[in-house]
């Protein structure tokens, strides 16, 4: 099996005394007969696309930053913070990490063949069909949501 790593874009937007200071890396695996691509938190990224090209299965992050503000406005939190902080959180939901269209987009540019989607954003009705039609408006390839003990 061969590892490769490479820093994605997870903490790219920091400035001031956190910028450059934490790190976050995607990682492929190839074996004999398959590559699979895994990522954990990261937005847009040219180097994970590199990463990712060709690979059998492509396992991302998933963000809906409409779902976390609507969590937030529902517990109260939104109200509260002030609006410099609520644009904060927006671009870290949207830049730091992988939403539907982003998704879509990497996993054309890559040609992957399968799409999973994983470490979603939580609903209490588990339905992620808007989430997964986001990622298809720019993959035609398979797209999944990830379950506990899915094996591909």
């Given at each position: 099996?061969?590892?490769?790593?490479?820093?994605?874009?997870?903490?790219?937007?920091?400035?001031?005394?956190?910028?450059?200071?934490?790190?976050?890396?995607?990682?492929?695996?190839?074996?004999?007969?398959?590559?699979?691509?895994?990522?954990?938190?990261?937005?847009?990224?040219?180097?994970?696309?590199?990463l990712?090209?060709?690979a059998?299965?492509?396992?991302?992050?998933?963000?809906?930053?409409?779902?976390?503000?609507?969590?937030?406005?529902?517990?109260?939190?939104?109200?509260?913070?002030?609006?410099?902080?609520?644009?904060?959180?927006?671009r870290?939901?949207?830049?730091?990490?992988?939403?539907?269209?982003?998704?879509?987009?990497?996993?054309?540019?890559?040609?992957?063949?399968?799409?999973?989607?994983?470490?979603?954003?939580?609903?209490?009705?588990?339905?992620?069909?808007?989430?997964?039609?986001?990622?298809?408006?720019?993959?035609?390839?398979?797209?999944?949501?990830?379950n506990?003990?899915?094996?591909?």
């Open positions: 099996m061969k590892v490769t790593a490479v820093e994605n874009s997870h903490f790219r937007f920091h400035s001031g005394p956190s910028a450059g200071k934490h790190k976050s890396y995607s990682y492929r695996f190839d074996t004999p007969d398959r590559s699979i691509v895994f990522t954990g938190d990261s937005g847009e990224s040219d180097a994970l696309t590199e990712a090209k060709g059998d299965l492509f396992v991302t992050e998933t963000v809906s930053f409409k779902d976390r503000m609507q969590r937030m406005i529902a517990s109260g939190q939104w109200q509260v913070l002030t609006p410099s902080e609520q644009v904060g959180i927006q870290q939901a949207t830049q730091g990490h992988m939403t539907p269209e982003i998704i879509g987009k990497t996993a054309a540019r890559a040609s992957v063949k399968t799409v999973v989607l994983s470490h979603l954003t939580y609903r209490d009705d588990g339905n992620y069909t808007d989430i997964v039609e986001g990622v298809r408006q720019y993959f035609s390839g398979r797209v999944v949501v990830a506990d003990l899915a094996e591909f």
